[in-house]
């Protein structure tokens, strides 16, 4: 055959709405014949700072839409409609400009593809950096970067910092840029499985997808928008596509393939995933239709001996943004500024939940708590102490060299969360709502053996020993809304304080108080899991 270049992800069209930032910071130069756009880095600064500070605290009107979708569906179940009005007023709040979407501020990425006429002199991360690092610094965002100093010692970069910039090489005079700012929950549902072509027939692949969607659970926050890539020239490029498609960046590619190795989508079991993901029942967190929005399936070209499979989300914080520079000026997506527009005239109607007083003993909670099935609806009111990782390592520590439990950790119920940086003026917090529960599963059967951790608050699925341990010991694990965080610190944590370990910064050990919060019984004393009810 003759040879034949085909641009691996040929994007037909881009009807992307964007707002223009400046006109500023660039010119046209001439070398050899040739204009140049001439770009000063500042430039560069500019857009990563904007960028990274709309995606924080703003979405795109599409994924609200969604969302409005979700509580006019009839077919949706009270689970689906109160998460998806609970985000909808999240994202109400968030707009304001004070309260992130999430407290999970995340990992910011850019990945940009620069064009031969485009000139910075300079060395480009660095200045993206520089822009990044603004809006951490200026803003109500969290600092999640850890760094090593060594293979075992970590210390938090302070910073947000460092970032993840990939810049390719094109043809052009135009810069083009894909902003995400990736919590931990949602990069953690990335998955690669090394496949083979025993898996490219019509039933294989379908007894693959049904199997393989049960690995998302509901710890990253759905719905989610779900991407799954079909094959690729090696694994990390499979993985790059996941990423993108999951953020909308190949809504446009071809519906075919061709000789040349094109990227496309497929349509048809696009329609069929999402199918397989409403039969599954986990959708919404806590029960219904809604585990995705959306699917996008790519499939790539792939060696013959080889075929990588991979599935990643983009979770209820759809923090993507796009942006470009060109002669024109510099410019953004631009995300939704009146997500108030998306709410119904009227809440969703909710059975009424039962209303929790923390602020009694533990063996008082307990009891009562027994007397209510899984799934019930609450509303909880008093004392929590919010502990994630690191503070559970350091207690595990205290434990192992003979001290006792912490009294905070038998007294009241854990909250597994961390805050934003910062809170607004006239608040008790910045964004601050659940993790990712499953993180401390290999604490629970201790603790709850030396009376701690009795009663756990977070978002997502658990495993088998944690509803083991509460059988054995009388605990309760109780689901939060995952995403939501901006309105849980605004209506329901009425004030903060550091208790131990206050060197750990946003991992330290707090006491907070609540009002009216919500949750949901997932795993009770009796050994009855919310997640294993909804699987059977």
Same mark, same amino acid.
């Given at each position: 055959?003759?040879?034949?270049?085909?641009?691996?992800?040929?994007?037909? @069209?881009?009807?992307?709405?964007?707002? @223009?930032?400046?006109?500023?910071?660039?010119?046209?130069?001439?070398?050899?014949?040739?204009?140049?756009?001439?770009?000063?880095?500042?430039?560069?600064?500019?857009?990563?700072?904007?960028?990274?500070?709309?995606?924080?605290?703003?979405?795109?009107?599409?994924?609200?839409?969604?969302?409005?979708?979700?509580?006019?569906?009839?077919?949706?179940?009270?689970?689906?409609?109160?998460?998806?009005?609970?985000?909808?007023?999240?994202?109400?709040?968030?707009?304001?400009?004070?309260?992130?979407?999430?407290?999970?501020?995340?990992?910011?990425?850019?990945?940009?593809?620069?064009?031969?006429?485009?000139?910075?002199?300079?060395?480009?991360?660095?200045?993206?950096?520089?822009?990044?690092?603004?809006?951490?610094?200026?803003?109500?965002?969290?600092?999640?970067?850890?760094?090593?100093?060594?293979?075992?010692?970590?210390?938090?970069?302070?910073?947000?910092?460092?970032?993840?910039?990939?810049?390719?090489?094109?043809?052009?005079?135009?810069?083009?840029?894909?902003?995400?700012?990736?919590?931990?929950?949602?990069?953690?549902?990335?998955?690669?499985?090394?496949?083979?072509?025993?898996?490219?027939?019509?039933?294989?692949?379908?007894?693959?997808?049904?199997?393989? %969607?049960?690995?998302?659970?509901?710890?990253?926050?759905?719905?989610?928008?779900?991407?799954?890539?079909?094959?690729?020239?090696?694994?990390?490029?499979?993985?790059?596509?996941?990423?993108?498609?999951?953020?909308?960046?190949?809504? &446009?590619?071809?519906?075919?393939?061709?000789?040349?190795?094109?990227?496309?989508?497929?349509?048809?079991?696009?329609?069929?995933?999402?199918? %397989?993901?409403?039969?599954?029942?986990?959708?919404?967190?806590? /029960?219904?239709?809604?585990?995705?929005?959306?699917?996008?399936?790519?499939?790539?070209?792939?060696?013959?001996?080889?075929?990588?499979?991979?599935?990643?989300?983009?979770?209820?914080?759809?923090?993507?943004?796009?942006?470009?520079?060109?002669?024109?000026?510099?410019?953004?997506?631009?995300?939704?500024?009146?997500?108030?527009?998306?709410?119904?005239?009227?809440?969703?109607?909710?059975?009424?939940?039962?209303? #929790?007083?923390?602020?009694?003993?533990?063996?008082?909670?307990?009891?009562?708590?027994?007397?209510?099935?899984?799934?019930?609806?609450?509303?909880?009111?008093?004392?929590?102490?919010?502990?994630?990782?690191?503070?559970?390592?350091? #207690?595990?520590?205290?434990?192992?060299?003979?001290?006792?439990?912490?009294?905070?950790?038998?007294?009241?119920?854990?909250?597994?969360?961390?805050?934003?940086?910062? &809170?607004?003026?006239?608040?008790?917090?910045?964004?601050?709502?659940?993790?990712?529960?499953?993180?401390?599963?290999?604490?629970?059967?201790?603790?709850?053996?030396?009376?701690?951790?009795?009663?756990?608050?977070?978002?997502?699925?658990?495993?088998?020993?944690?509803?083991?341990?509460?059988?054995?010991?009388?605990?309760?694990?109780?689901?939060?809304?995952?995403?939501?965080?901006?309105?849980?610190?605004?209506?329901?944590?009425?004030?903060?304080? %550091?208790?131990?370990?206050?060197?750990?910064?946003?991992?330290?050990?707090?006491?907070?108080?609540?009002?009216?919060?919500?949750?949901?019984?997932?795993?009770?004393?009796?050994?009855?899991?919310?997640?294993?009810? %909804? /699987?059977?």
């Amino acid at each position: 055959m003759e040879f034949q270049y085909q641009e691996p992800y040929p994007i037909l @069209k881009d009807d992307t709405k964007y707002r @223009k930032l400046s006109s500023e910071y660039l010119k046209i130069d001439y070398l050899g014949g040739r204009e140049i756009l001439s770009v000063d880095p500042k430039a560069l600064e500019l857009l990563a700072e904007n960028a990274l500070a709309d995606v924080s605290f703003m979405l795109r009107s599409s994924h609200l839409q969604k969302l409005r979708n979700i509580i006019d569906d009839p077919e949706a179940t009270d689970n689906d409609r109160f998460v998806a009005y609970n985000l909808l007023q999240n994202a109400a709040v968030a707009v304001e400009g004070a309260l992130p979407s999430c407290q999970d501020t995340g990992t910011a990425i850019c990945v940009a593809k620069k064009g031969d006429n485009v000139y910075t002199g300079a060395d480009d991360a660095e200045w993206i950096s520089r822009g990044i690092y603004n809006t951490y610094q200026s803003r109500n965002l969290r600092f999640s970067q850890v760094v090593p100093l060594s293979m075992f010692e970590e210390k938090n970069s302070g910073t947000n910092l460092p970032a993840q910039i990939d810049i390719y090489a094109t043809k052009g005079e135009e810069y083009k840029f894909l902003f995400l700012a990736k919590g931990g929950g949602s990069a953690n549902k990335t998955f690669l499985y090394q496949k083979t072509k025993s898996l490219l027939n019509d039933k294989a692949l379908e007894a693959f997808v049904r199997e393989r %969607i049960m690995d998302l659970g509901t710890a990253a926050c759905p719905p989610y928008h779900l991407a799954l890539v079909i094959g690729g020239t090696s694994a990390e490029a499979n993985l790059a596509a996941v990423k993108k498609a999951s953020a909308g960046y190949y809504d &446009h590619l071809p519906t075919e393939g061709n000789m040349g190795g094109q990227a496309f989508r497929d349509l048809e079991w696009e329609r069929r995933v999402q199918e %397989i993901c409403q039969e599954t029942s986990i959708g919404a967190q806590f /029960g219904g239709k809604y585990l995705t929005h959306d699917v996008r399936v790519i499939r790539l070209p792939r060696h013959a001996a080889s075929c990588p499979v991979g599935m990643g989300v983009s979770c209820s914080a759809d923090r993507n943004i796009k942006g470009f520079i060109n002669r024109e000026g510099i410019f953004l997506e631009q995300l939704e500024t009146d997500p108030k527009r998306f709410l119904p005239e009227t809440a969703p109607h909710l059975e009424a939940a039962v209303q #929790i007083n923390l602020n009694r003993p533990m063996p008082e909670i307990l009891a009562e708590l027994s007397q209510y099935p899984i799934k019930t609806r609450l509303s909880l009111n008093g004392t929590l102490i919010v502990a994630r990782d690191i503070a559970h390592a350091k #207690i595990k520590e205290l434990i192992d060299s003979g001290q006792p439990m912490p009294e905070y950790f038998k007294n009241h119920p854990v909250y597994y969360a961390g805050p934003a940086k910062t &809170h607004p003026d006239g608040m008790a917090s910045g964004s601050f709502g659940p993790t990712t529960a499953g993180r401390m599963d290999v604490y629970v059967d201790e603790f709850q053996s030396l009376g701690g951790s009795m009663i756990m608050l977070a978002k997502g699925n658990r495993s088998k020993e944690v509803t083991n341990a509460c059988a054995k010991y009388g605990g309760f694990y109780l689901g939060s809304v995952g995403g939501p965080a901006a309105i849980l610190a605004k209506e329901n944590i009425k004030s903060v304080e %550091i208790v131990d370990f206050e060197e750990l910064g946003m991992e330290a050990v707090r006491k907070i108080e609540i009002e009216n919060f919500p949750a949901f019984i997932i795993s009770d004393d009796k050994g009855n899991d919310f997640f294993e009810s %909804i /699987g059977s």
